[in-house]
């Protein structure tokens, strides 16, 4: 009965991160992934069930854990900027202590984002990734062709 409690706690504390994550953040604001990337070439990709099931359950895993680490690291930066408001009362320790945790949350960013690209690539065919580049870089050529919107206006 208890590992029933314990485990539906963990279900809601899960979901509260969540949820609050999209209201702090907004829905804009919510993090893309590469796997995201590349299940929007599904298509063109031929991916198979299987792997468009893989790479979704990847992808739902590196969001969450994107989430609560940008969210840590906002409450970071918050406190930061709380502790340098007022000199007099600033404690410096602490304040190079959040600093470096505010760090160490954008530096495991960057390393969920890596991650998310080593295990995408595992999932895909050499052909799917060849394919992939092909597809990425034409979108990025069309999106340098576009006009840039003149501030003249």
């Given amino acids: 009965m208890e590992r029933v409690v314990i485990n539906g706690l963990a279900i809601i504390v899960l979901a509260y991160v969540i949820a609050s994550a999209a209201v702090v953040f907004g829905q804009d604001n919510l993090p893309t992934t590469p796997i995201a990337k590349v299940l929007n070439y599904k298509s063109g990709l031929a991916l198979t069930d299987s792997q468009i099931r893989k790479l979704t359950i990847l992808d739902n895993t590196t969001k969450e854990k994107m989430i609560q680490a940008k969210a840590q690291a906002q409450i970071r930066k918050q406190e930061i900027d709380k502790f340098t408001s007022n000199w007099v009362m600033m404690n410096g320790v602490a304040c190079c202590q959040l600093v470096k945790e505010y760090y160490q949350y954008l530096a ?25 580049r092909e597809l990425a870089s034409l979108e990025s050529m069309m999106l340098n062709l576009e006009p840039p919107v003149s501030s003249a206006l």
């Fill in 108 to 132: 495991e960013l960057k390393t969920l984002e890596i991650n998310a690209i080593m295990q995408a690539r595992a999932v895909l065919t050499e052909d799917q990734l060849r394919k992939f």
